[in-house]
């Protein structure tokens, strides 16, 4: 190995201490989530991925011939994620950060042909325990998708044809939050159902509060904009641009954790939020001509 490092040119020796740096960095984040942790399965798997990530970074010392220390600012950045956001969406953050910062792939492996194996078993490795991880929060991730589906769709078309069909905006509000609560009791009801008949390890009551609650946030972030008794088009327009931020805020949570694609899933929430506010303000706009309602 000390010839090869000898041999490296330094754009490559550069490549392998970002990749060295990265790996003992990695392995600190790992360590530091998984001692936070109560002993036990999730403890023992970040454990391993530390384990990995340590003897990947003993792969590249030997090409660099140099010790390296973790960026410890990263470190407590990554740990404050795991604390707030959950330990599998800041394990699969860091490890979607580095694929996506491994620039200079083919030069690398002209000097040294063999990292493609050790980079090609690192992602395997590590995609592999990382799906091992379960957090409860994760896996009642479907009944707040449930929850948050449900709310942007039903109350972005009510609020929209609410608007068009009252001139004032308490009563838009008065009626969009009726709508709400009625709403999301009815879908945490209907959650509690479906899953109590389930062969999964789900608890009914605690997926039909995560719905529940899923709900009632997002109809109370809706709705605000009519509480505060602004103009009723500009209400609207805030709560369009509030249902956006709420689908691409999720979305992107959801996608780093799940491990799926962003963009698809965005597109198609928004789209489908938006197109039935649409029309449902086509329909507010129809029925008050129809019926002459003037309040």
Known sequence: MNSAKRSLSPTVREQLLKFQHTEATEAAIY????????????????????????????????????????NQHQVRWYTFLARTLGFTFSARLMENNERSAQQGYALLLEEVPEAEKVLADEE?????????????????????????????????GA??????AFQD???????????????????????????STEADEKNPGLAALYTGIAYVITVA?????YLLGLPKFVALGIMLVTAVIIIALFTAYYSVAMG???????????AVSLGVAALSFGIGYLVRILLGVDI
């Open 31 to 70: 360590r530091a989530v998984a001692a936070r942790l109560k002993p036990g399965h999730n403890r023992e798997v970040l454990e391993r991925l530390a384990d990995e990530e340590t003897k990947h970074e003993r792969i590249w010392q030997r090409y660099t011939g140099t010790e390296v220390q973790p």
């Open 124 to 156: 395997r490795h590590e995609a592999a325990l990382l799906d091992l991880l379960d957090e409860e929060a994760l896996r009642y991730a479907g009944s707040v998708v449930l929850g948050l589906n449900d709310a942007l769709v039903e109350l972005t």
């Open 159 to 164: 609020l929209a044809g609410l608007t068009f």
């Open 169 to 195: 905006t308490r009563v838009i509000a008065l009626s969009g939050l009726i709508t709400g609560i009625a709403a999301s009791l009815s879908m945490a009801a209907s959650e509690y159902l479906s899953t």
């Open 221 to 225: 972030l809706l709705i605000l904009p």
């Open 260 to 270: 799926i694609n962003f963009r698809k899933r965005f597109m198609l929430m928004a």
